[in-house]
């Protein structure tokens, strides 16, 4: 399950996680909010909170590296996880393959230093 931070203005975006992300937390709502921040500021800054306990990737998910990259290419400035260390390699890899885009991955608990670095321009 998915929950947008009220932090959340202009192109940052953060997402809070618990459970496991399905590809019904995409479509439904991930991408709305997503596709509002490219309509109005071309290019977005990511920011997923992982809490503990966070299940994984659905199978054949959206959110899986390739894909993610896939529709987003291009359009994410910076990508921020904070979150236990496989949410951390899904940054990287994540971040690597969107093409211009900077990733760091942050500790669980860290929220408000990746927040920090995610609105630093």
Not at 71 to 91: C, D, I, N, P, T
């Amino acid at each position: 399950m998915i929950e947008l931070v009220a932090e959340s203005e202009g192109k940052l975006l953060g997402i809070k996680v618990r459970g496991r992300l399905t590809a019904r937390d995409y479509v439904e709502t991930f991408v709305p909010h997503l596709d509002w921040v490219f309509q109005q500021h071309g290019k977005a800054r990511l920011l997923f909170a992982m809490e503990k306990g966070v299940e994984g990737l659905e199978d054949d998910s959206p959110w899986e590296p390739g894909r993610f990259a896939a529709r987003h290419g291009g359009e994410v400035e910076k990508l921020a996880v904070a979150g236990e260390g496989q949410w951390g390699e899904w940054a990287q890899r994540t971040g690597g393959l969107l093409g211009g885009c900077e990733a760091k991955a942050f500790a669980p608990g860290q929220w408000e230093m990746a927040w920090d670095w995610i609105t630093d321009t």
